[in-house]
Structure formats: C-alpha cells, structure tokens
C-alpha cells in the first residue's frame, strides 16, 4: 500500500476526514488498478487533530445496473444453496467485516466507503427474474436473496426493487430464501406469508451482537439488536419459519456473547441458527484491521492475533471446508461452544436450511401481461 502526504489540493478527491455514520473509514484503491491512490489512517487522525470538526457527511448516491441476467448461480460446496438474486450492489448497511466489499472493486469502485456509499441498483431485476423463471430451463431449485449484499438495505424502503421480486417469487410460487438484518423484511409480511403457505420461503436474521455500542460500530446502518430480534417474533408469529445466523464471530470482540445470542435469538422464536467465522478476504483486511485500531485500540493486536490463529497465522484462508468456520484451537472451542448452546435452546436439528425448501407448487409466470402488484401497498 502505498503512503502518501496529506495535500489540500486532493481534499475533494480524498476522504476529508472520518465519514459520518459510515463502516470504513478509509477508501483504499482498487486492486485491479495499475495506478492507486491511498489515504493512510495516519494522515485521517493528523486532520482530525488539525481540524476537531473533520468528520464529514457523505451522501448515497445511486447508479442503475444495466445487467442483462439476474439469477446467479454458486459454485460453493459449503453454502447450503446453489443461485442467488441480489437486487444490489453495495450495502449502505456499511458493516465493516463484510466480505462482499471486494465485489466493488469488480465494477471500478472501492472496497472501502465507495461499497457503502455508491450504490449499483437492478431496477430492472422483477421483469429479469420473471424472464429466467419462466424459461423451461429453469428447475424451481431455491434461490437465495442476498447472497452477497442485503436486499433490505436501507434504500430498498424507497425502490423497493426486493419487493418487486418478491411478488413475482409468489406469483409463480418460487422458492426462496431471505437473508437480512433489516426489520424492513416485515413490510413484506403479506408476500412472505403466501410462499409459506406453500413452504417456499425460509428468513434468516444476523444477530452479531447485542451490544447496542459495538453493534453500531460494526453495522452502523443496520437495525439495532433489539429490533432483529423483534422482527424473529414478528416473523414467527406470521408462521414463517424463520432461523438466526450469529455471523460473523469474531475472537475477542462478540465470540462470548454467543451463548447469550443464542438464547436471546430462541426465545424470540428462531427455530435454528448457524455461524461463520470472520472472513477477511483481499483488502477487507485492512479495512478491518485500520477500523479495530480506531475502534478498539486497547485490544486491537489481541484480536489480531485470535484471528491468525484460527487461519494458520494467516487473516483470510479461502479453501473450501475450513474458509468459514477456521482451524485450531481458538475456532474449536467456539464451534464447540455454538453446538453446544444451540443444542442447549434447541436451535438444532429443524427443517430450516434452505435446500428444505419446497418447490412443488411452482408454476412458470407469466410473461407479456401486464400485472398490478399483488398486494400493493398503501
């Protein structure tokens, strides 16, 4: 990486100061660049001591995808799904550790604040997804929606591009799984509860903490605990299987609080839950370490060092298999510990997963008629 002095001149081109409500403080450069342009977290905490007021507001800007295919398969033997359909691109949930960030640099952004600040939108995905559903090729196998960004991101509440796919899932009674850690997936009850009628939909809620301070460190445009685990009830009380996943763990930030995660996540009425370890892959890495330094400056090498425990002294190791739970000791015992008390709040052995689903009351949509949405919203 490279350093590089703070010069005003560059000050509309750079980060002018830590970003307001924002994941990442920083925006390294694309990898895929030959040239790239860096600001080190030391020259961030020079302005911020030259200028007390250098923090700064940096809006959501959103640019259309012009995809011509939206239905995504997986090539991953330890994802328990095989396509996906993710309505965006970028997250404005601007969680820290998220793996997708390297996913922006794929279309020119960064993997820093651009992933959280500039977001691609399919607004074209309902008639994409109606299209590839309705293709005799198509097999009605479970498709899971964020794959790898939220669908209920924030702007959704406005595009609702998430809901406008969800109504053509229930039209042709398409299995799918959800997965978010947005309340806003219950302003879709009504959608929701006509593919359970048919056991076509499965939600997943991510509980990391419950924690209200390190929650908003880590997630800071994504609900609060509190409000996740209202949305479980809320989902269950709809008759929608719904399951939690406590991702990622991370050794010494959130990993003790498993135990009462678990529980907390039962008693509002998950049915099972599942984990991933911290993944850092590419430059999340820095992205993670440079906001744990901020963050947790006490603890910042500990947690460092938990982490290259539980990948052979390495950040990120990507071999199928072991990519998501980890190796050694440290991954051990939190995996025993999570069996444990999921077994303990009998959050094991449910019909839950999404290969569950059922796609025996699927029918091909319709195609070339025009149709009000199914239940319109008031």
């Given at each position: 990486m490279l350093g590089m002095v703070f010069d005003p001149e560059y000050r509309d081109a750079l980060p002018g100061g830590l970003a307001k409500g924002?994941?990442?403080?920083?925006?390294?450069?694309?990898?895929?660049?030959?040239?790239?342009?860096?600001?080190?977290?030391?020259h961030l905490d020079q302005l911020a001591a030259d200028e007390p007021d250098a923090t700064r507001q940096v809006r959501t800007e959103i640019l259309?995808?012009?995809?011509?295919?939206?239905?995504?398969?997986?090539?991953?033997?330890?994802?328990?799904?095989?396509?996906?359909?993710?309505?965006?691109?970028?997250?404005?949930?601007?969680?820290?550790?998220?793996?997708?960030?390297?996913?922006?640099e794929l279309i020119g952004f960064s993997s820093g604040l651009d992933f959280e600040t500039k977001i691609v939108a399919k607004?074209?995905?309902?008639r994409l997804l109606r299209k590839e559903l309705a293709s005799p090729r198509w097999k009605a196998e479970p498709i899971v929606m964020s794959g790898v960004t939220d669908c209920y991101q924030p702007i959704e509440a406005k595009l609702k591009?998430?809901?406008?796919?969800?109504?053509?899932?229930?039209?042709?009674?398409?299995?799918?799984?959800?997965?978010?850690?947005?309340?806003?997936?219950?302003?879709?009850?009504?959608?929701l509860r006509e593919l359970a009628w048919h056991d076509a939909?499965?939600?997943?809620?991510?509980?990391?903490?419950?924690?209200?301070?390190l929650?908003?460190?880590?997630?800071?445009?994504?609900?609060?605990?509190?409000?996740?685990?209202?949305?479980?009830?809320?989902?269950?009380?709809?008759?929608?299987?719904?399951?939690?996943?406590?991702?990622?763990?991370?050794?010494?930030?959130?990993?003790?609080e498993v135990p009462r995660i678990l529980a907390a996540v039962a008693e509002a009425g998950a049915t099972s839950a599942a984990y991933v370890l911290l993944r850092l892959p590419y430059q999340v890495k820095d992205l993670f370490l440079d906001w744990l330094g901020r963050q947790f400056?006490?603890?910042?090498?500990?947690?460092?060092?938990?982490?290259?425990?539980?990948?052979?002294?390495?950040?990120?190791?990507s071999a199928f298999g072991t990519?998501?739970?980890?190796?050694?000791?440290?991954?051990?015992?939190?995996?025993?510990?999570?069996?444990?008390?999921?077994?303990?709040?009998?959050?094991?052995?449910?019909?839950?997963?999404?290969?569950?689903?059922?796609?025996?009351?699927?029918?091909?949509?319709m195609i070339g008629v025009h149709r009000m949405p199914l239940f319109p919203l008031e």
């Open positions: 924002r994941g990442a403080g920083i925006n390294p450069g694309n990898r895929f660049e030959s040239v790239r342009l860096h600001v080190l977290g030391e259309p995808d012009h995809t011509r295919k939206l239905i995504n398969p997986v090539d991953s033997p330890d994802l328990g799904f095989n396509w996906t359909v993710n309505p965006y691109r970028g997250c404005e949930h601007g969680c820290i550790y998220c793996y997708a960030r390297p996913y922006h607004y074209d995905a309902p591009i998430t809901r406008g796919c969800l109504e053509v899932f229930v039209e042709s009674r398409q299995p799918v799984g959800v997965v978010t850690k947005n309340r806003l997936v219950l302003r879709d009850l009504d959608l939909v499965r939600v997943a809620i991510s509980v990391t903490s419950l924690d209200n301070t929650a908003a460190k880590m997630e800071p445009r994504a609900s609060s605990p509190a409000e996740r685990l209202d949305t479980i009830t809320k989902l269950r009380n709809a008759a929608i299987p719904v399951m939690a996943m406590v991702a990622p763990i991370i050794p010494g930030l959130n990993d003790k400056p006490d603890r910042a090498k500990h947690v460092e060092n938990l982490l290259r425990s539980t990948r052979e002294g390495e950040l990120y190791d990519r998501m739970k980890g190796t050694g000791q440290i991954a051990g015992q939190i995996g025993n510990m999570f069996r444990v008390f999921a077994r303990r709040y009998k959050l094991v052995g449910r019909k839950s997963g999404m290969k569950s689903l059922s796609s025996s009351s699927f029918r091909p949509p």
